[in-house]
């Protein structure tokens, strides 16, 4: 039999962070990839039993996941001003081009769609936002 060796994924940093944007990345949108699913299921069975029009839903809800992944990163960032200066910075911009996103889809789509469209830019900014800040002020500040 071959031996082969794996790498746990994702890889952790020894304080309990994910080690790359990668990493962060590919976490969070498992999880909005599992938030949009889920989300689709409830509004299938909602729009089958006739209680709601399917797509009526906001795609917002999808976030429930990759905001437990950052309540988490947040909470093993130890403890400072850095993690919650990075937190908000991340949380602003987020919402920002999450919201502009979400308003351009608005048009054209449902709330379904177009919440999910804004959740998954503002998961994209808050990660970057978050993994190169937090490193960059924590070099910075020493």
Do not use: K, Q
Request: proline letters at 4%; glycine letters at 16%; charged letters at 15%.
């Amino acid at each position: 039999m071959a031996e082969t060796t794996s790498e746990r994924r994702p890889r952790r940093a020894p304080d309990g962070r994910l080690a790359t944007a990668g990493d962060l990345l590919g976490v969070a949108f498992a999880g909005l990839l599992c938030g949009v699913v889920i989300l689709l299921i409830f509004e299938g069975i909602m729009a089958l039993l006739r209680l709601s029009v399917f797509g009526d839903a906001s795609g917002w809800l999808a976030l429930v996941l990759p905001g437990w992944l950052f309540v988490e990163e947040f909470r093993a960032a130890g403890y400072g001003p850095n993690r919650v200066v990075v937190a908000g910075l991340g949380a602003g911009f987020g919402l920002a081009v999450g919201l502009t996103m979400a308003g351009l889809a608005a048009g054209a789509f449902p709330a379904l769609v177009s919440g999910a469209v804004g959740a998954a830019a503002g998961t994209v900014v808050y990660c970057l936002v978050w993994f190169y800040g937090l490193r960059w002020l924590s070099h910075r500040a020493g």
